[in-house]
């Protein structure tokens, strides 16, 4: 009997989601996902995309923003996250290009716990979500623990890649716990074997999901949400291979 909440990360359907976003919310929602993460409209407004999730049955629970449409206009992402029914807004990416300073990753820590501030006001949790280069070592810190450090933890939460934790040469069980507490999002994302490792069907790769549940419930997570960012065959295919391992953690 699965015993969390989960939801699917809408990126891994993105090309069906371009073709036809009511038709593939549809199908999300018959292969067992009550729940969903957006990552862009598919070129619809809100009011029209919340209309097609209201249609399909899906809950959004939270989506993911850019850094800098959350700078730039952060009145219309909260309006947004609001018509859509989030409960989180996640900044998904401080990129490569960004300079590798002790300073500059505060920054973006600081960046973001006001506009976190802002967002509590309407009910909204802002988080961040990690890939591998946060991981590179800056003054004896991670650049990611640098970035947290920087923001008040009721301000900005923690979406934990584990996928990418891993792939960082980071052992994700002591990344969840150390951000107990400040943790309510995961990404479920499994990786394949070998010296070149990718992306693959959740219970098909090498990670430990048993341990990595047990070590995220203790933690405090509210949900798991199943990403995959490239897929071996259709898409959607594979979005059901995982919604089928889900179901049974």
Known sequence: MNTISYALQLYTVRDHMERNPARTLKEVKAMGYDHVETAGLAGLSPEEFRHLLDEAGLTAISGHVGMDTLAEDLDAV???????????????????????????????????EAAGFVMKEHGLTLCYHNHAHEYEIIDGETALDILFDAAEPGALGVELDVYWTRFAGHDPLEEIAKYAGRLPLIHL???????????????????DWASIVAAAKAAGVEWYIVEQDACPTDSLESARIS???????
């Open 189 to 207: 994302k499994d990786m394949t074997e070998g010296d070149s490792p990718t992306y693959t069907e959740l219970g098909k790769g090498i990670l």
């Open 243 to 249: 919604a089928e391992f889900v179901k049974n953690l």
């Open 78 to 112: 909260i309006d947004m996250a609001r018509t859509l029914g989030h409960e989180y807004v996640v900044a998904p990416w401080v990129g490569n290009e960004r300079k590798s300073t002790r300073e500059t990753w505060a920054q973006y820590g600081r960046e973001m």
